[in-house]
Every structure is written in structure tokens, then in C-alpha cells.
């Protein structure tokens, strides 16, 4: 799903233990992956990478994503699952990128600001609950889009993520994919 033409250094934001790297990484050999995290989950991603013989392929950094420096020179920049749209993240990571980098983001965006993506009903009715006096506003794709514009971000593209069962938690993926 995710094109990897031309992809050489790929940096996995919030990418937790490298569990979608570890994937693209097998799909090519060429490529190298940096994981940001937090050090425990760094920690753990290491061991995984050790035992999965890839090691030499992945690294991980512990840092802020808003805050701390982060490694620069990428072809591709992934949010997966991550669910930080603000347009501060959305600079930092053009800037990370190479002259014809992209970003490629998954996650599960709602379908206008006023409802949730269905998988995430139950969350959004509980966050209700617990929060009555506050509106909620879901995130949308075209929100997504106007806060990577104002980054410098073009070229957009969205793809519905095929799913291979119906179960509920594993619907509604969204790519958003932008060049810098």
C-alpha cells in the first residue's frame, strides 16, 4: 500500500517498537528506518529489532516530537496511528525531509468535525461522558490538509486502507500522503 520507489531513509514518528518498519524494512532491503518514541518503548524496540535480525537496519530515538531535535536527511517521514495534527509537527517534519521527501500519514479521521469515525464511536461516547460540557471536534482529512499546506506541504493524495476482516477496531484507516 504505502510506495516505497525511491525510499531510502524513512523516519517512524511515534512509531512505537518499529512494528510498521520492521514490515517496510522487509519489503526493502535498501531500506533504513529511524523510530522516535519514548525511551521505554525505544527500549523494547530495540530487543524486537535484535531478535528479528534487523538490527543493523533500525534505530531508535527517544525524544519529544514537538520539542526535541530531531535526525534530518529522509525520504519519507510516517505517522502511524499517532493522532498529533498540529501544524508545529507538521514543520518540524518538512523540515526533516529531503528537497522531494513525503509524509505519509495512517490513522482514522472522521467523517466531518461533528462525528466520529466509526471505529471510534464507543471512545467518543465514553470521552462524552466524562467531559459533558465540552464540544468535541474530530479530525478530518480536510482539517489534516489545510494544516499541512500551511507547512509547505502539496500534492496530496488520500486512499481508504483495504481491511481483510470487519471487525470494528480495524476499519476506517485513512493514508494521507503530502510532498514537500
Known amino acids: 500500500m504505502v510506495d516505497l520507489e525511491g525510499v531510502k531513509r524513512l523516519l517512524d514518528l511515534g512509531g512505537g517498537s518499529g512494528v510498521v518498519s520492521f514490515a517496510l524494512l522487509r519489503r526493502r532491503h535498501e531500506l533504513t528506518s529511524v523510530v522516535v518514541d519514548v525511551e521505554t518503548v525505544c527500549q523494547v524496540g530495540r530487543e524486537i529489532a535484535l531478535e528479528n535480525r534487523l538490527e543493523k537496519r533500525i534505530t531508535y530515538l527517544a525524544a519529544d516530537l514537538l520539542r526535541d531535535d530531531l535526525p534530518t536527511g529522509f ?3 510516517m505517522l502511524c496511528d499517532v493522532g498529533s495534527f498540529s501544524e508545529i509537527l507538521f514543520r518540524r517534519i518538512h523540515d526533516v525531509l529531503n528537497l522531494k521527501g513525503r509524509l505519509v500519514i495512517v490513522d482514522k ?4 468535525k461533528t462525528s466520529a469515525p466509526p471505529s471510534r464511536l464507543a471512545s467518543a461516547f465514553l470521552t462524552s461522558l466524562e467531559y459533558p460540557a465540552q464540544s468535541i471536534d474530530f479530525t478530518t482529512t480536510e482539517v489534516v490538509q489545510a494544516r ?3 507547512a509547505g506541504f502539496r500534492d496530496f493524495s488520500i486512499t481508504s486502507v ?6 470494528p477496531w480495524n476499519i476506517d484507516w485513512i493514508l494521507l500522503e503530502a510532498r514537500k
Open 109 to 112: 479521521f472522521a467523517p466531518s
Open 148 to 150: 499541512l499546506q500551511q
Open 75 to 77: 525520504d519519507m517521514v
Open 162 to 167: 483495504p481491511h481483510k476482516d470487519n471487525l
